[in-house]
């Protein structure tokens, strides 16, 4: 086998490799004599077919094999001699000439091809000592408890039916049946039937509560109402519509006693025990939001701490797949890069933008956890499939095997619990000052374009 380096620049690394005719020759009557041993064709005694009828047979597609795994072994002998680290699999281009092609088939030529790479960049990784981040703290207060344990017995409340004749007032629940129509055509997903519907729930579009008040019991009524702009179904939002609603029961809500035996229907031994509960859960979510945050402040932080030079073939990769998202999401909006004040090419150059700082982010974690000797234990990624499974109620055993047997599929499981660990290790090293906020300041999204 003869390597020679062809290109040499910055990231991308090229090399022209030759397999000599004889090499390959002397693989291909390897293979056909170790095919010998084993072959069982009629009219020949086992052991006994001639190494000459089963070249003329089946040589040419013992040679690919061989070739295949020729090629193989060479690639991973060029990795190895010049001890490089690939940004992704190696590029192999055979000959045009498919003349050429046939000859080494026939191990009567040298089989000579192109490979073509990319390496990983190397970079100095430092101290993160003097990174400074703010993590922002809220205390989970008594009234929200409470305000969380109404919300709860909302849920759960029993209602009575009025008497009839009584109107429907607020916090009554209505059984309704409706049909909405736009231009007085009747729209997918607008109507319903026997739909329990508690008035100042929310639950409805904007306006049509309110104008179920004071109805009866057997009453139809016209509701005119206008989606919001931001709706989720694009062909919806922002029109106008009237539903011709029919209320069928009108019921009164029950009184809840925030007792024992009020806590025992949610699994817990004391109505003190469900307030811890709660409280638990709402300080989780604020957290969550909290760390959300600091890893964001943290990933902007590197960002700008870090330039080198990025694979070219990973930032395509990467930029594709966020381009693809863009492309679906207009799709099922209907919205244009115009509706959103900017150019496809404007568009194309920020999101590249975000493609490149999420390799060199990714890149980044991952030579921090390689240095830090970072692993994700094998209870770790057992009990991260068991939630992700937990999300398809009904095929869990089905989805449970499908990430089993898909390494691809279990490396995206593997991916977010391997990088939360890198992040947690690096703001360790930071310098690190808590901030008390409100809870408007700590929900306060921001802009999701940098995202990593």
């Not at 069982?40 to 009828?53: A, C, E, L, Q, T």
């Not at 072994?73 to 001890?83: G, L």
């Not at 234990?377 to 992700?388: I, K, N």
């Amino acid at each position: 086998m003869q390597v020679t380096e062809t290109l040499s620049q910055g990231l991308k690394r090229a090399y022209k490799v030759v397999l000599p005719a004889k090499d390959l020759a002397a693989r291909l009557d390897g293979q056909l004599a170790e095919m010998k041993s084993k072959a069982r064709i009629n009219g020949f005694r086992p052991g006994k077919v001639p190494v000459s009828y089963l070249k003329r047979v089946y040589g040419k597609s013992v040679m690919a094999e061989v070739m295949q795994t020729a090629v193989t072994e060479a690639n991973s002998k060029i990795v190895e001699d010049n001890n490089l680290r690939l940004a992704h699999e190696p590029k192999i281009d055979f000959p045009e000439d498919q003349a050429e092609v046939e000859k080494a088939l026939a191990a009567e030529g040298d089989l000579a091809y192109g490979v073509t790479l990319e390496v990983l960049p190397t970079f100095e990784i430092g101290s993160f000592a003097d990174v400074e981040l703010e993590r922002q703290v809220l205390k989970v207060t008594d009234d929200e408890v409470d305000e969380a344990m109404k919300r709860l017995a909302d849920r759960h409340r029993s209602f009575t039916p009025r008497e009839e004749g009584a109107e429907a007032q607020s916090g009554d629940q209505t059984t309704i049946d409706f049909v909405g129509k736009i231009d007085d055509v009747a729209f997918e997903g607008g109507s319903g039937e026997d739909t329990d519907l508690v008035l100042g729930s929310n639950m409805f579009i904007p306006g049509f509560e309110d104008q179920l008040l004071g109805a009866k019991a057997g009453e139809a009524r016209k509701v005119n109402v206008t989606f919001p702009a931001d709706y989720g179904a694009a062909d919806l939002a922002g029109k106008s519509a009237v539903f011709d609603v029919t209320v069928k029961a009108v019921a009164a809500p029950g009184e809840v006693e925030f007792n024992d035996e009020f806590a025992k229907g949610f699994g817990m031994e004391s109505v003190d025990k469900l307030k811890e509960a709660v409280r638990g859960n709402l300080q989780g979510e604020y957290d969550r939001v909290s760390a959300e945050k600091l890893k964001r402040a943290l990933l902007d932080a590197l960002d700008k701490r870090y330039s080198f030079e990025l694979p070219e073939t990973l930032v395509d990769q990467e930029f594709d797949g966020i381009w693809r998202q863009v492309e679906a999401e207009q799709q099922r909006s209907g919205k244009t890069f115009a509706d959103e004040n900017t150019t496809e090419e404007a568009a194309r150059a920020e999101y590249r933008g975000i493609a490149e700082r999420r390799v060199r982010l990714g890149l980044l974690l991952a030579e921090v956890g390689d240095k830090a000797q970072i692993k994700i234990t094998d209870d770790e990624m057992s009990a991260a499939l068991v939630e992700r499974v937990r999300q398809f109620p009904g095929q869990e055993k089905a989805v449970w095997d499908y990430y089993r047997n898909n390494q691809e599929a279990l490396a995206s499981v593997r991916a977010p619990l391997f990088e939360a660990k890198v992040v947690e290790h690096i703001v360790g090293q930071s310098k690190v000052t808590e901030k008390e906020v409100s809870k408007e300041e700590l929900m306060k999204q921001e802009e999701d374009g940098a995202a990593a």
